[in-house]
């Protein structure tokens, strides 16, 4: 820490955000020697996984890559212990990362943000806490996730309900006693999916109100063995150097096929065969084209389907838990834990509201084509203001008093591969808008990693500010589109309401949040940024710049 004013601290940098990207970079931004200090308005470490206590709640990428490979200390000591890991285990690997690596000591909890202001006079950002103190930093960094702003229904009455109503990403920590208790469940994204199980085996019934069905894809999640781990241990920079570079992050092979160049008998083998490996192998390891033929995205789409019917007992609850509107990947697949498996159960019963949306909340339930279903508890598992709430709920102020939220709603959203914004200088975000659909720690160290050696370079060459030229954010919007385009994401996302295209949020402008170029591309073109000594994010440089029109010399105003 440094002070120009005795009464307000400052620091070379200000991270927002304690879970994987505010641990990651304060571990990465320590070891150049910059005054680093972490705000999170939590009570501990661990970001969504502080947050989200819900029954159920675990991963949906396994162990091998749901971590950090920069520490071999933490690699050799600690024990994962499922292959997908619940989020006490998870919470706990962030805790031990904290302790490991000796972060607490610049990590301060309960602390809001409410306001961060830049100064072109005196080049600092000035954070205003909800206590009213300040602080001050060179460099701002957002690590505030991109789920973690929680969307609550638009349905009329829901503040009437007399009993309990939580959401997914606000459960009690102590947990909820749902013994002999009606529960109502609304949304059945990937929170809800996890949670209906543990829901179902506690409740005394449930009721899934059920817009739109996803295109869930099982598994099981067996213990780590001894020699799992040690393999791990032995090959980590292999594993992560693999997930890396792969379009979502994961060390997982790729397909050698089109769905589109094989005989039915084969692609319902090679469907069947990675249906039982689980989870994302169906996603990833088919075909090679799952994601950008709609006619190979049909296949998968009625293979799961036909999964659906065998599994489920009642044929209509079958029916209506086939998405038809919308094809495989039209929205990022969730996995399940036995969530086909419960619709089996007496207890559990499913109200489709595609065709008639619930018109009310009343103190005693959820009313649905004139039926008042009666609850005791009411669960949200109604999703999020993806990849840009947490960012627009604070006012992140940059040149001529313009807060963040009002660039994005005066232009749409720009951003510098997801990494900075014009108009916003020294101001950093991991894992921002119109960064990679990836399993998140992938992108979360190389990212950290970057920022590292931006920063690096920009003190030792005398650059007092990093900030996107508008040519170099109109490179990247453009380009962030045309990838979107070019996968069934795009327009089956839309039919579909996904997060990544704003679906989900009413109101909310319909623009690509991801990226879905891949990941290991995104990796190549930070790779690029660097070699080309930074040029899209130094106005006056006058720096040649791939990401910069031949022709056009980038501007700051």
Not at 359 to 370: A, F, K, N, Q
């Given at each position: 820490m440094h002070t120009t004013d005795p009464r307000v601290e400052t620091y070379d940098v200000v991270v927002i955000g304690a879970g994987y990207s505010g641990l990651a970079m304060l571990h990465h931004l320590r070891e150049i020697g910059l005054s680093t200090l972490v705000v999170d308005a939590a009570d501990g470490v661990g970001g969504?996984?502080?947050?989200?206590?819900?029954?159920?709640?675990?991963?949906?990428?396994?162990?091998d890559s749901y971590a950090f490979s920069f520490s071999t200390a933490v690699r050799e000591e600690w024990v994962w212990t499922e292959r997908y890991p619940r989020g006490e285990e998870i919470r706990a690997?962030?805790?031990?990362?904290?302790?490991?690596?000796?972060?607490?000591r610049d990590i301060r909890l309960s602390t809001r943000v409410e306001r961060a202001e830049h100064s072109d006079s005196t080049n600092l950002w000035t954070l205003t806490l909800a206590d009213g103190s300040r602080l001050r930093s060179t460099y701002l960094v957002s690590a505030t996730g991109l789920l973690s702003r929680p969307v609550l229904p638009a349905v009329p009455g829901l503040e009437t309900f007399a009993g309990p109503a939580h959401h997914s990403a606000r459960w009690p920590h102590e947990g909820v006693d749902l013994?002999?208790?009606?529960?109502?469940?609304?949304?059945?994204?990937?929170?809800?999916?996890?949670?209906?199980?543990?829901?179902?085996?506690?409740?005394?019934?449930?009721t899934v109100f059920q817009r739109t069905p996803n295109y869930v894809v099982e598994s099981t999640s067996p213990p780590v063995t001894p020699e799992e781990l040690a393999s791990l241990r032995e090959n980590y920079d292999a594993v992560f150097e693999r997930a890396a570079r792969h379009p979502f992050g994961?060390?997982?092979?790729?397909?050698?096929?089109?769905?589109?160049?094989?005989?039915?008998?084969?692609?319902?083998?090679?469907?069947?065969?990675k249906w039982q490996a689980g989870g994302f192998h169906f996603a990833m390891e088919c075909f090679t084209d799952l994601m950008t033929s709609p006619e190979a995205s049909a296949y998968a789409s009625e293979f799961i389907r036909g999964k659906i019917r065998e599994v489920v007992a009642d044929p209509r609850t079958a029916e209506a838990l086939c998405p038809t509107t919308y094809t495989f990947m039209g929205k990022r697949p969730p996995t399940g834990h036995g969530y086909y498996d419960a619709f089996n159960r007496e207890n559990v019963e499913l109200v489709d509201v595609l065709a008639s949306p619930?018109?009310?909340?009343?103190?005693?339930?959820?009313?649905?084509?004139?039926?008042?279903?009666?609850?005791?508890?009411?669960?949200?598992?109604?999703?999020?203001?993806?990849?840009?709430?947490?960012?627009?709920a604070i006012d992140v102020v940059g040149r001529e008093g313009i807060t963040l939220r009002e660039r994005w709603e005066r232009d749409g959203l720009l951003t510098y591969?997801?990494?900075?914004?014009?108009?916003?200088?020294?101001?950093?975000?991991?894992?921002?808008?119109?960064?990679?659909?990836?399993?998140?720690?992938?992108?979360?160290?190389?990212?950290?990693?970057?920022?590292?050696?931006?920063?690096?370079f920009a003190r030792e060459n005398g650059v007092d500010q990093l900030e996107p030229t508008r040519e170099a954010e109109d490179w990247w919007r453009a380009e962030t589109e045309r990838a979107g385009h070019a996968t069934v994401m795009y327009a089956e996302g839309r039919k579909a309401g996904a997060w990544f295209v704003g679906g989900n949020v009413p109101g909310k402008r319909e623009e690509m949040a991801v990226y879905l170029g891949g990941g290991h591309v995104y990796q190549d073109l930070c790779a690029e940024v660097e070699a080309e000594a930074y040029a899209g994010l130094r106005p006056d440089a006058g720096l040649p710049s791939a990401h910069v029109p031949a022709g056009e010399t980038p501007q700051v105003a």
């Open positions: 969504t996984w502080w947050a989200n206590r819900y029954p159920g709640v675990r991963t949906d990428s396994e162990y690997y962030l805790e031990f990362v904290a302790d490991r690596l000796d972060l607490r013994t002999d208790k009606r529960v109502g469940m609304i949304g059945v994204g990937a929170s809800g999916i996890q949670m209906l199980p543990e829901l179902a085996a506690q409740a005394a019934h449930v994961v060390p997982m092979d790729f397909p050698a096929h089109s769905a589109l160049e094989v005989d039915d008998d084969e692609r319902r083998q090679v469907f069947e065969s619930i018109t009310e909340v009343t103190p005693r339930g959820v009313v649905v084509d004139g039926v008042e279903h009666e609850l005791d508890v009411l669960v949200l598992a109604t999703g999020f203001d993806a990849m840009t709430g947490a960012l627009t591969l997801g990494i900075g914004v014009h108009g916003f200088p020294n101001f950093f975000m991991s894992v921002g808008p119109q960064t990679p659909l990836s399993n998140l720690p992938v992108p979360v160290q190389r990212g950290a990693q970057w920022l590292q050696r931006a920063l690096s």
